[in-house]
């Protein structure tokens, strides 16, 4: 067996703990953020006596640990699992409702995007993982032709579109 707990030994989490953690929380735990790059938070504070086991960690995204830390939020865990987050006030913070269903694969009539989707698809466009990734490869930017081109734009035309002569900027 793997060891999730090494108690009060070290602060810092070890590799079988982090990935169990990751495992179960998957992205941050304060309401309503969806980040997966997070930090492991003692719930109960480690200089404060707190264990360094499964039970006591949540995962906290650098913004949230640092609300948490600075500004003064605090973070429960009950022995069911839930995760309470609560104001510097003492008021609880009220958990989000879970994240919209965004799957964009043809077909999917639930999802919010399903009418874009399906008329891309039509167009024989698919949006998939990478379709935001771009195909630079670390190149040096030409700076005079970026230039060159923001600058010789027509005033509110759109990239590529017509426009008259005395649209041009310094014509």
Do not use: Q
């Amino acid at each position: 067996g793997t060891v999730l707990d090494v108690g009060r030994k070290r602060r810092t989490i070890p590799p079988a703990i982090r990935r169990a953690l990751a495992a179960r929380d998957r992205r941050c735990r304060f309401p309503g953020c969806t980040a997966r790059h997070c930090d492991a938070h003692h719930v109960h504070h480690w200089v404060d006596g707190g264990p360094t086991r499964l039970e006591n960690l949540v995962l906290l995204c650098k913004r949230h640990h640092r609300a948490v830390h600075e500004e003064g939020f605090t973070i429960t865990r009950g022995a069911d699992g839930v995760v309470g987050v609560w104001r510097p006030d003492g008021r609880p913070l009220p958990a989000s409702p879970p994240a919209p269903h965004w799957n964009v694969g043809p077909g999917d009539v639930r999802a919010p995007l399903a009418p874009s989707a399906a008329r891309l698809a039509a167009a024989g466009i698919w949006i998939g993982p990478h379709t935001a990734t771009p195909d630079w490869h670390g190149e040096r930017l030409d700076v005079g032709w970026a230039l060159d081109v923001l600058r010789d734009r027509p005033v509110g035309a759109a990239p590529g579109g017509d426009v008259s002569a005395e649209a041009y900027v310094g014509m």
